[in-house]
């Protein structure tokens, strides 16, 4: 049997991704193909505007919450950014799903693309250091791994969600939903990070 | 262009996975297709299979890898757990994203599948809940939350890697391999999870 099932995990890895040319969106979104090969002239610029499209709107979505936060404290503002991103995932599934998938693998090395990942990097980085500056963060973490470990950490949270694989772990009650245990794990997390976090917090503006 | 895009994201995220019926496994692995129809009647059965058989074999990997630690410490049995997942993951590329991919979304829900989820975070759990008794764990955090933390944390790192995506994040030099960036937020993580994880630490058996 396991002939079989290597042979059909081989045809379901390998599988090339639906055909996204132009042409053929045209006429499914109801435009003119002319038009359509003008702005988007290959599957390539497709999957390379998608991938640029959606991380622009993430990050657009991030720092609009940021803005929004009335305790401007790096603890909350790390703790909000966790969270509006997972949100952003959720109320975005197509998007994060495709952002995160191997279908775009061959946009990763884009300059834009890369821009968009940095200045990501550069938003948690900068929290990091501040909330270390300010005795909120282990003195002996270095802020830039931490960077890593936070992003590993609300990705791996985000697609557990969005794929529908949080309710295979148990935790605490099993009739919580499963946003309730995404959240119980975001602040166990931020526990786990920082220090006084918890302190005078304040709602969350969802401006 | 908005709505090129969308009709193209649409389109990428609803297509069906590719046909794994038994007929088509079996001319293409030289098999006969009575036995394979017999073995696996259907592609839902094909796709329940890969998904157990993936689960099994992640899972005797794991225990594998934790039999053989000299230091039967939970702190070093944890980082040992997170070390031997991520390490299935990249030997295990195919498994691993088939495993996590919406194409076997439907295998979820079904008794085995669960299973193989109940052991594995019983066994995080145990470790955790050892780990805490000795004093290696915070007293106020709850090991069942922490279970769920801390798989959401090593299922995005193996992600990351597994999908070429650890890359875009810079961490330490830029010419360390993503192997090394990888065990270092693996072990970051460890940092802010456990104390003393470090103490006399052991170079692990990978018998």
């Given at each position: 049997m396991d002939v079989l099932l290597r042979a059909a995990c081989e045809r379901l890895v390998t599988a090339d991704p639906p055909c996204c040319e132009p042409d053929s969106l045209a006429s499914e979104a109801g435009i003119d193909p002319a038009v359509a090969r003008s702005l988007l002239p290959s599957t390539e610029a497709v999957l390379q505007n998608i991938a640029e499209s959606a991380l622009r709107r993430q990050l657009d979505h991030l720092t609009r919450r940021l803005s929004g936060l009335s305790d401007q404290t790096p603890a909350h503002q790390l703790v909000e950014l966790g969270r509006a991103y997972i949100e952003w995932a959720i109320e975005n599934r197509n998007d994060f799903q495709v952002l995160n998938?191997?279908?775009?693998?061959?946009?990763?090395?884009?300059e834009e693309v890369n821009r968009y990942h940095n200045a990501l990097q550069h938003l948690t980085l900068s929290m990091l250091t501040r909330a270390r500056d300010q005795g909120?963060?282990?003195?002996?973490?270095d802020p830039m791994l931490l960077s890593l470990v936070s992003r590993a950490f609300s990705y791996g949270l985000a697609r557990l969600y969005v794929d529908r694989q949080l309710a295979l772990w148990e935790v605490g009650?099993?009739?919580?939903d499963e946003y309730t245990k995404a959240t119980a794990a975001l602040e166990g997390f931020a526990d786990l990070l920082l220090?006084?976090?918890?302190?005078?917090q304040p709602a969350a503006s969802k401006a």
């Open positions: 998938s191997r279908m775009i693998r061959g946009t990763l090395d884009k909120q963060l282990r003195p002996d973490m009650d099993p009739d919580e220090t006084n976090w918890r302190r005078d």
